[in-house]
């Protein structure tokens, strides 16, 4: 079972097939659980405190603002810890955890930096495209290493 | 100050701010001022096609979510009393679209906007004054209302750095007092009797009190105001009374001690301001250090400022100690004290442009208060800069204590 | 804030299903006795629980329909006021709009999944074409202005 890294990071699609397909998806909505249910923090709603844009320092520099800086601490992490990335470009929309655009290209690219298996493929812009779209990404889960080689 | 007609409703448009650790901060300055944030219904449909509606098409969906919201605050979807527009210091997509929703709403409506960026170290504190300003345009627009003085007040301005005050009869000054700010209530209470000595005025006589200012609220406790206001509006009042424009737009700036404000004005209403600014680089700190490193009295400045030429030396008050060092370098290169002052009243004023005049709409007449105001040679550098004619009424100094008297008055009839 | 034990996880369920109804698969985990809590939604479910209980739920109910409901962990538990509209000064959550997307999209990842296990891989489409050449849009304007 490898551990999926999907962007968009909280998408459905992405996380259902990837443990569809017998593989792990590395969500930012696991992260974000960690961090709303640690209840010695209350700084709603995602309990983002000031401390967190300063661990995001690890993947930006203080120049880049906080909110790159605040969401990369809860979803670099992920991209560390990624064996394997579906990257889908062109998502429909992207509010709150991918509402940044900044953000999203700096974690595209520290998956791409990765040397890790990677599928990047463009959001199907019809229903037609929907069955290519799966199928891709069906190969990709089914090409990757199934058991723990460790 | 707060208890009147209820909680106010102001809308929350931001971006970033819930993944940068000062949601809390924001919910805290909201709750001080007893006002709540909301996040006005959006047409999700219409997500889509925001960007191309409101003309501006940036790539981060949350700067979009934010054209929504503000679509829907200016449409009536969501009903609100004031809006606080916000983005992350230092993204330039945040900035662009900042600036446009708020232009957006001010363009499209009459609801009081504030516009700020924030960082992780943005704190409730930093936000207070400027909530607070917002609140009391969206509840107390009757206060504001006020044309003229009446009966017998006082109203004491705790700055910063001075400590003024002022005692009013009917529409005039009687009296006044301008002291540094050592201890708060001492200075407080050394500036109030000079006011109240010069009026021959005995305090029990004073029918109501208004305090503004950083010590407004110890100083306001203390004497037993009946008003205990903000200086954004409190100096916006005072300056459109004291410059005789009450009517129709006007643009306020106060130089202070610490801080300087822009303010954008409709018949005496603050719309659109901006508190701050970069460092104490450009506020009336900067003139006391320059002045006293040229061994002239910070009245002296002025005039001397007058007679100088800012072009003949590079002076960079961006940041007070690189201020110190240009003033230094110059003067060793055998500037003369004329030149140097020319140059700071400039660099203050520059700096001022720079950072806070591109936050709001700069209408005439412009109105410039606050102490460095006195100093000649900053309203003349910011003619020159701006190309218009600037104001400075009498007694601009005393913009914070008159604006409190004359905001005080409204509890006498009470 | 919410009472929540650190074990304790959540997942959305949207059902996307002829054959299935939220309210059947809410039933469906009601008669289960799973001591889990349940929240209807108007895509499915929000399931909140001990991550054991969770899982075996959430794992019956795609069996109801299995590739036309699909499950994604959530970090908010159901009803959580932080995240509630009533509480949190109107407007749905951001991450509402790209959930409504995505919903939009699964009956055709639904039919996909279907055509998959009955055919087997489907055929690629060509890729994209690449952007006219200058050289070629520039024959073309001449050919469009001598007409």
Same mark, same amino acid.
């Given at each position: ?24 998806? @590395? ?29 995001? @320092? ?19 992490? @992920?991209? &560390?810890?990624? #064996?394997?990335?579906?990257?889908? &470009? ?14 999203? #290209? ?35 889960? &089914?090409? @990757?290493?199934?058991?723990? #080689?460790? | %100050? ?11 448009? =931001? ?30 449909? $219409? ?18 979510? %934010? ?12 009903? /609100? ?35 700020? =960026? ?36 006082? $109203? ?20 006044? $007092? ?8 001492? =200075?407080? +209470? ?98 006391? %250090? ?9 009245? +002296? ?38 030149? /140097? ?18 936050? /709001?709409? /700069? ?7 606050? $102490? ?36 005080? =008055?409204?509890?006498? +009839?009470? | ?40 939604? *108007? ?30 962990? !959530? ?6 006021? !932080?995240? *509630? ?14 959930? !409504?997307?995505?919903? !939009? ?43």
């Amino acid at each position: 079972m490898a551990k999926v890294f999907i962007y968009p990071v909280n998408s459905l699609i992405l996380a259902d097939l990837v443990e569809r397909f017998g593989h792990k998806p @590395l969500a930012v909505m696991n992260q974000v659980r960690e961090k709303v249910t640690n209840i010695s923090l209350d700084s709603p709603p995602v309990n983002i405190t000031p401390e967190d844009p300063k661990v995001g @320092l690890r993947y930006a520099a203080v120049e880049v603002p906080a909110g790159v800086r605040g969401r990369m601490s809860l979803i670099g992490p @992920l991209i &560390e810890d990624a #064996e394997a990335a579906i990257i889908v &470009e062109a998502p429909p929309v992207n509010f709150g955890c991918v509402g940044c655009n900044r953000t999203n #290209e700096l974690m595209r690219y520290l998956v791409r930096s990765k040397d890790i298996p990677i599928l990047e493929l463009r959001y199907p812009d019809s229903e037609e495209n929907a069955p290519e779209f799966v199928y891709k990404i069906k190969a990709f889960l &089914e090409s @990757l290493p199934r058991e723990e #080689e460790k | %100050m707060s208890e009147e007609a209820g909680i106010v409703k102001i809308a929350l448009v =931001s971006c970033g701010s819930e993944y940068s650790g000062v949601q809390p901060e924001f919910e805290a300055a909201a709750t001080e001022v007893n006002a709540k944030f909301v996040y006005p219904e959006i047409d999700v449909a $219409g997500l889509d096609n925001i960007g191309r509606e409101f003309g501006l098409e940036v790539a981060s969906g949350d700067l979009r979510l %934010m054209m929504a919201r503000a679509k829907a605050v200016v449409e009536g979807t969501t009903h /609100v009393d004031g809006v606080f527009i916000t983005t992350c210091f230092r993204c330039a997509e945040g900035a662009i679209v900042r600036n446009e929703v708020r232009r957006y709403i001010h363009k499209h409506s009459n609801i009081p906007v504030i516009s700020y =960026s924030f960082t992780e170290r943005t704190t409730a504190g930093t936000l207070l004054t400027r909530l607070e300003a917002l609140t009391t345009v969206a509840r107390r627009r009757h206060l504001l209302a006020r044309e003229a003085q009446t009966g017998l007040t006082a $109203g004491i301005d705790s700055g910063s750095t001075t400590t003024k005050a002022v005692v009013m009869r009917d529409n005039e000054i009687i009296g006044s $007092g301008w002291v540094p700010t050592t201890k708060v209530l001492e =200075s407080a +209470e050394e500036a109030y009797s000079l006011a109240l000595k010069e009026a021959g005025v005995p305090r029990e006589e004073i029918q109501a009190l208004g305090t503004t200012g950083y010590g407004r609220f110890l100083i306001g406790k203390h004497f037993n105001a009946q008003l205990i206001q903000e200086e954004i509006t409190v100096n916006s009042k005072g300056a459109v009374y004291l410059a005789d424009c009450q009517t129709g737009p006007a643009t306020v700036i106060d130089i202070g001690g610490m801080d300087n404000k822009a303010i954008s004005v409709d018949d005496g209403i603050p719309g659109m301001f901006t508190m701050g600014g970069i460092c104490a680089g450009a506020s009336g700190r900067f003139f006391e %250090m320059i002045s006293k490193r040229l061994g002239v009295d910070i009245t +002296e400045l002025g005039a001397l400022a007058v007679k100088g030429v800012q072009e003949n030396v590079t002076m960079n008050s961006y940041c007070i100690v690189f201020g110190i060092q240009s003033l230094v370098n110059s003067l060793a290169k055998g500037a003369i004290p004329e030149d /140097v002052a020319a140059a700071a009243c400039y660099s203050v004023v520059e700096q001022i442009f720079e950072q806070q005049l591109q936050e /709001v709409d /700069v209408k005439e007449p412009l109105i410039l208060v606050g $102490g460095s105001s006195l100093i000649e040679g900053v309203p003349k550098a910011l003619g020159d800069l701006l190309k218009i004619d600037v104001l400075v009424p009498k007694n601009s100094h005393l913009i914070g204590a008159v604006g409190a008297a004359l905001l005080a =008055s409204g509890y006498v +009839e009470e | 804030m919410t009472d929540v034990k650190q074990e304790e996880i959540t997942k959305v369920i949207v059902i996307s299903s002829d054959k299935v109804l939220p309210v059947d698969a809410a039933m469906k985990i009601y008669e289960s006795e799973f001591p889990v809590t349940v929240k209807e939604t *108007c895509f499915g479910l929000i399931v909140t629980g001990p991550t054991e209980d969770v899982l075996m739920v959430t794992e019956e109910i795609r069996k109801l329909d299995k590739n036309h409901i699909f499950v994604k962990d !959530r970090g908010f538990p159901a009803g959580d006021e !932080r995240r *509630c509209r009533a509480s949190r000064g109107g407007g749905p959550r951001p991450g509402f709009h790209f959930l !409504r997307e995505e919903v !939009r999209m699964l009956p055709a990842i639904g039919d996909a999944l279907d055509e998959l296990e009955a055919k087997g891989p489907v055929k690629e489409s060509p890729t994209k074409k690449d952007k006219l050449k200058v050289s070629e849009l520039e024959r073309i304007i001449e050919a469009e202005l001598a007409r």
